[in-house]
Structure formats: C-alpha cells, structure tokens
C-alpha cells in the first residue's frame, strides 16, 4: 500500500507522517517570510467559495476554464461552475454518495465534459452545461493526479502503478498498463500527458514511462533517478510531475532524481541537470521554471539545460507548482502568500497575502485576470491590470 512521506516536521499535519519511520524524519525551519515591495496590488473581481476547499489533505484539485465556465470543486464532493464575469454559479452538485467524496485529482474539461478523479478510486464525468453525472468507473487505486484526454479516451495513472484508458463517454475500460510501486513512495502520481499518438508518465519508481494509446502498449521506460542509500527514505526517487513538452522535447523531473530533456521521436537523453522536485514544471517556451525539493525556485534554459537563476528565499515553505500569470512566474505558499517573480532574473516583484489557510494549488490563468483558490475553498478572481 502506497504509504504518505513528509519531508518536514512543520507539515506534518497537512501531509501525514511516514508510516513506520519515526525518527527519520528531518527537523526543517520554514524560511520566515521575505520583505517585498510589491510593484502593484492586485485587484479583486469578485469573490464566491466552494464546500470546505481541501482541508489540509494532500490535493491535485485544481481549476478549471473551459467552455465560457469556471469549474471548481472540493474534497467533501461539491463541485460548481462559475461565470467567469462575475463569479454568480451557473450550476452545482455534490458528488457525495454513501461514502465521502474524498476528490483528488483534477479538474480536467475534454469532450463536453469534466472529469474528476477520488480517493475512492473512482473516475467521474459530469456533463460540463449541466453538472449532471455522466457515469462513474472504479480503477485499482486512488486517483490523485489529473487525467489525461485524447483520442476520445480518458487516460488515468493510479497509486498502484496502473494506466487505465476509459472510454470518454461511456467509461468503459479499454486498456490497462502496470508498472512496479516500490513499498514506499511519496504521496502523489504523475499526470500523464499526450503527444503524437502517444502517452507519457512518471512512475514511483524512478522511471518516465511512454506508451502508444491507441493499442496501450508499453513502448519503453527510462530510467530518471536510481535509488541509493542506505535507507528506505534515501531511495525514494518518485517521479509525480507531469511531464511537459515543448515542441520535439519532453522534459521530466523526480525526486532524488534529476531534471531531463528527452528526445521525444527517439527517446533518447538530450541532456541531464541534478534537480529534486515532485511538483509539475512550466516553460515560457525558452525557459522552464521548477520548484526543487527544497522550495528553491528556479529558471532553466530548456535548450541547455544551464541554470538561469535560483531564488532561495522561500526555502520549506511549501510552495505550489509555478504558474505564469501577465508574464510573471507566480507561486502560493502554505500560509496563503502569493509570490511573484520576474521571469528573467527571479527577483521578486511583488506579494500579497491572499488568505491564511493557505494554497494547495497555483492560480489560474483567465482571459482577463487570474484565479485563486485557497485550502479552505475561498475562490477569488483578481486583476493586476
């Protein structure tokens, strides 16, 4: 059973503790909060919420924009959908049955509908005009990590190792994939994402996996961290980003591992840098900016993989995966900050205190503006112009 790993002390209670390792675990400072003059102040559209947010679980339950809609959603089962304009509900359910919801992964808008993924190891689809519950299927395993969509499947990584493909509007199972779950691994999975026929994903053990969707064969893994060490803890070397691709490249990362550049017709190395990070990537298209295993932000040349910048300063304080917001690379942190920096030196721009709850995920890119969501289920839509 996929058991949960907490780096820091200070996190305990929102990640959980390593099962059957007490002692192990490192006893690690949040850095304290740096002074920022802010360059501008956001301003707040409107506001609106949604159930109980995420609580402090660990959570993928990102936003959504598609179809003219906001689509939010929170871990108890409600899930709503917002007029971008003003923030009024255009509809909301609770997927709430017998059982807790317990959602985890997604949202993800494809083929008219949503797609949401659970604790429970359940896939639901909802029909994106109505909210109405399209079908429900069971996989092997929770579902903590966003589906992907292609080819009019919906493809699923699980905690135990297993791709499913489901059908997209039936949910009708049509392929599976298993891969080795070593005995101990971080809690979370890698997206998978698509390219050119293909579907690629991090595994648990250490690996970048790619396979061909329509048949749901395996074509080959490569190797993205080896485990060493001496403990179970040292080896641990999950890969739980989504891989990202730019043009003809993909470009992976893992914990204990490192960040690669992988030709994606050959799947051969480009080349290898010595990054930690279990946290999803984003690129400007010439350059990639991570979050290490540390909360180091940092700015890579995606052509050679040289180190830009690196920005120390919010070291432990468990940031989100980095979004791009106006041009800004933009993370939040766990006491509800928002940090912005400038894309080409890492400097800060600008903070703000959002709310102390704190963030799980990043903000979402609108047409005219950006959207938060805090751990308490506070939804805002703001405005730097």
């Not at 990362?253 to 480009?270: E, H, K, P, T, V």
């Not at 990070?277 to 940092?298: A, N, P, Q, W």
Request: aromatic share 8%; hydrophobic share 40%; net charge negative.
């Amino acid at each position: 059973m996929k058991k949960m790993f907490n780096k820091v002390l200070l996190s305990a209670a929102m990640l959980g503790l390593l099962a059957g390792c007490s002692g192990e675990e490192e006893n690690i400072i949040m850095a304290p909060l740096p002074l920022v003059k802010s360059e501008f102040t956001p301003q707040s559209v409107w506001r609106s919420s949604v159930g109980d947010g995420v609580g402090h679980y660990f959570s993928n339950l990102a936003p959504e924009y598609a179809y003219d809609k906001v689509f939010v959603a929170s871990r108890d089962g409600e899930v709503k959908a917002l007029n971008p304009e003003n923030g009024q509900s255009l509809w909301r359910v609770n997927l709430r049955q017998e059982i807790p919801a317990r959602l985890s992964g997604g949202i993800v808008a494809a083929y008219g509908q949503l797609y949401i993924g659970s604790e429970n190891g359940e896939v639901i689809a909802l029909d994106a005009d109505t909210g109405d519950v399209n079908w429900r299927a069971n996989i092997e395993g929770e579902v903590l990590a966003p589906v992907a969509a292609d080819n009019n499947f919906i493809i699923v990584n699980s905690s135990r190792g297993i791709l499913v493909a489901l059908d997209g509007l039936t949910g009708e199972q049509k392929w599976t994939i298993s891969t080795e779950v070593p005995s101990l691994t971080l809690r979370g999975d890698s997206q998978p994402v698509t390219a050119s026929g293909g579907v690629f994903w991090g595994t648990p053990s250490g690996r970048l996996a790619a396979a061909i969707i329509d048949r749901g064969q395996l074509i080959w893994q490569l190797p993205v961290g080896q485990p060493k060490g001496a403990t179970e803890i040292d080896r641990l070397v999950d890969v739980d980003a989504a891989p990202l691709i730019i043009g003809a490249n993909l470009y992976t990362i893992g914990f204990n591992g490192q960040l690669m550049s992988i030709d994606l017709r050959s799947g051969n190395a480009i080349w290898k840098r010595n990054y930690s990070s279990t946290t999803d990537m984003v690129s400007d298209g010439s350059r990639l900016f991570l979050i290490t295993d540390k909360d180091h932000v940092v700015a890579v040349d995606a052509r050679s993989g040289t180190e830009l910048w690196s920005n120390q300063q919010l070291e432990h304080r468990l940031l989100t995966a980095p979004k791009i917001i106006d041009g800004y690379v933009v993370v939040g942190d766990s006491e509800g900050y928002l940090h912005w920096f400038d894309r080409s030196s890492g400097e800060f721009v600008a903070q703000q205190l959002i709310n102390d709850s704190g963030f799980a995920v990043g903000p979402l890119a609108l047409d005219d503006g950006y959207l938060v969501i805090t751990r308490d289920g506070k939804v805002k839509k703001l405005t730097i112009r």
